[in-house]
């Protein structure tokens, strides 16, 4: 693949890089959530940012560097002795867009008199092990594991219950898409300091062998067929359309023209990138397909796709006419603030979030991904690990690890796992990868019809549907259930 070599979550997941995915999903959103940064563009909620230090490699006793990792922090609502303490396990992006985006932490803390901690990751937003060396070689970067970062979670959660006032705490887990992996498995693993976890579009099964590599573009093919029974068809059809428009020089020159690209389409490589960036959009939709406008992703109208939509409704729409109107779907996303110039397909230069992503995506994150053309609305794209390894060996001289993601946390048998709520909306393509069995009493899974990418973890909005209500309430009972467990046992 050329300019787009792609992968993976998220807020939840996929980036864009080497790899062979289809969906620069993730990328994407790491991209964005690392534009926005620390200035996220509504500060609504308030807290004290602060560090800890912790070990570079808490696994081996032969590396002895520590660096010191960030986190947010809001005593505001916190109780008494021994308040739960409700923690975000952080995932690819600077800590603040998630503090920002996770509004049901804060919509729930004074109800239960919690204190609200937010952690980073590390080798994301500003918590690297080795400051601007963190991505220098293979050596540096080899400590971005998720093990590594829930040692790190699990030595900061400790340092907070030092405390007398804290040393009986209950400790309750929250985190969307990756982060929400991250959730589940450090109740998985720390059962003894976590006390339970709210999961949220959590793909823990995206891995190889246990989830089919299609299942993610036909959850966004049907998104965009929901929304109108041509869209999906018209898209479909657009991935011809664009390479016979554009086999000439007069048909890239009118396509930059049309759709307002910043620079110019010269050869098959760039109309390769379009077609890989298009690809994105349509993940990065399904995705933040909200029922209210909000700007996670992009700044967008409620229920995105049914927007997109409304331009792809005339079946025998085809060649140029066909391309315009994609355009004005696609507008959509790019230029619903109207104040887009023009569109840039290009890769945004590496940054060092893209690289983290990637770097996971190439060790032990390999979630695959294909299309064939015909159950989606995808250009067809095998999935070719050898082709995959082969980029990650020339980008980071490292393979990865197929089987490594199971082997440590489980993906067949989750039987012994406790104290979990797994939410998965059926809009969020990423949902694939949930688990959506109940796995015991007290791991369940509750299912959002009306739900896209972690809208539960969401702050309340009047538009929410009643499914989502519906979860909040549930995540609440069992935080509550959990919580009165372990004072049970301690206080
Ligand atoms: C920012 O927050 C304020 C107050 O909560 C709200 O009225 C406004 O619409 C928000 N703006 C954006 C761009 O989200
Ligand atoms: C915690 O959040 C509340 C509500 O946003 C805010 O009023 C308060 O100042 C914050 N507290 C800290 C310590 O940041
Ligand atoms: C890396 O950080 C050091 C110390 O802050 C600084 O002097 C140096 O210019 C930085 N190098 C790069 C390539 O940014
Ligand atoms: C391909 O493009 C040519 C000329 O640009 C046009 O005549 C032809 O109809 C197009 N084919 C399809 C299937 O759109
Ligand atoms: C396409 O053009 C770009 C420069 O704009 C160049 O770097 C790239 O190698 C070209 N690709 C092909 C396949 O010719
Ligand atoms: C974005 O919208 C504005 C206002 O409608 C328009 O002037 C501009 O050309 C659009 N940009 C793109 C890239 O289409
Ligand atoms: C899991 O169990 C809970 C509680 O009994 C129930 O509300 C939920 O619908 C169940 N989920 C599934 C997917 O069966």
Known sequence: MAASRAFILILFLIYHSAIGLKYNTKPEILRSLLSSGKTVENNTYIYKTKTFEVLVDHFSFSVTDTFKLRYLVNDTWQRGNNAPIFFYTGNEGFIETFAQNTGLMWDIAPQFGALLIFAEHRYYGESMPFGNKSFSDAKHMGYLTSQQAMADYIDLINYLRSDTK???????????????????????????????????????????????????????????????????NLIRKSWYTITNVTSSDEGK???????????????????????????????????????????????????PITAVCKHLVEPKLEGKPLLLALKKAINVYTNFTGKTECLSIDNAAPNLGDIG????????MVMPMCNDGINDMFEPEPWDFKEYSDQCYKDYNIRPRLDLACTEYGCKDLSAATNIVFSNGLLDPWSSGGVFRNLSSSTSVIIIPEGAHHLDLRASNPRDPVSVI??????????????????????
């Open 470 to 491: 519906n979860a909040r309430k549930y995540h609440r009972s069992a935080i509550k259930k959990w919580i009165k467990e372990y004072r049970d046992k301690f206080a």
């Open 166 to 232: 804290t040393k009986h705490s209950p400790v309750i887990v929250f985190g969307g898409s990756y982060g929400g992996m991250l959730s589940a498995w450090i109740r998985m693993k720390y059962p003894h300091i976590v006390q339970g976890a709210i999961a949220a579009s959590a793909p823990i099964l995206q891995f190889s062998g246990v989830t089919p590599c299609e299942a993610f573009a036909r959850i966004v093919t049907s998104d965009f067929r929901a929304a109108h029974h041509e869209c999906s």
């Open 357 to 364: 992503w990637s770097y996971q995506a190439c060790t032990e």
């Open 253 to 303: 020159k009118w396509f930059k023209e049309n759709w307002k690209l910043c620079s110019p389409l010269v050869n098959a490589t760039h109309v390769r990138a379009l077609k890989s960036w298009l690809s994105d959009i349509y993940g990065n939709l399904a995705m933040v397909n909200y029922p209210y406008e909000a700007n996670f992703l992009a700044p967008l109208p409620g229920y």
